[in-house]
Nanobody, 127 residues
Framework: QLRLVESGGGAVQPGGSLRLSCTAS????????IGWFRQAPGKEREGVSC????????NSADSVKGRFTISRDNAKNAVYLQMNNLAPRDTAVYFC????????????????????WGHGTQVTVSS
């Protein structure tokens, strides 16, 4: 059974950076496309970035393009989300999620295709 654990969240000032990690156990992560999602208070969970099984396909929400970068290291069973130039609107709980798939070089930012979720890590951006 795949288990996902997020880490790296915290409180930063606007313009700051954070690197989130999603670490997997129980199954080789290379079998899964991984998505990062976030949920702010009172709002629906939204897709942030995703990465294909091999890391050669990514997709990001327009709101984070040019600021957030997703990457993975299957040998370490980990996926990362580098977040730069953070803004108060990025404040949310960030979740990683996995989708078992044979599709290569592509991933989806739709939350309903992911069936394994972590418990989230809080990111707070304020001055």
């Amino acid at each position: 059974q795949l288990r996902l654990v997020e880490s790296g969240g915290g409180a930063v000032q606007p313009g700051g950076s954070l690197r989130l990690s999603c670490t997997a156990s129980g199954s080789p992560l290379g079998r899964y496309a991984i998505g990062w999602f976030r949920q702010a208070p009172g709002k629906e969970r939204e897709g942030v970035s995703c990465i294909s099984t091999g890391g050669d396909g990514t997709n990001s929400a327009d709101s984070v393009k040019g600021r957030f970068t997703i990457s993975r290291d299957n040998a370490k069973n980990a996926v990362y989300l580098q977040m730069n130039n953070l803004a108060p609107r990025d404040t949310a709980v960030y979740f990683c999620a996995a989708r078992s798939t044979t599709v290569q070089r592509a991933c989806a930012l739709m939350r309903n295709v992911y069936d394994n979720w972590g418990h989230g890590t809080q990111v707070t951006v304020s001055s």
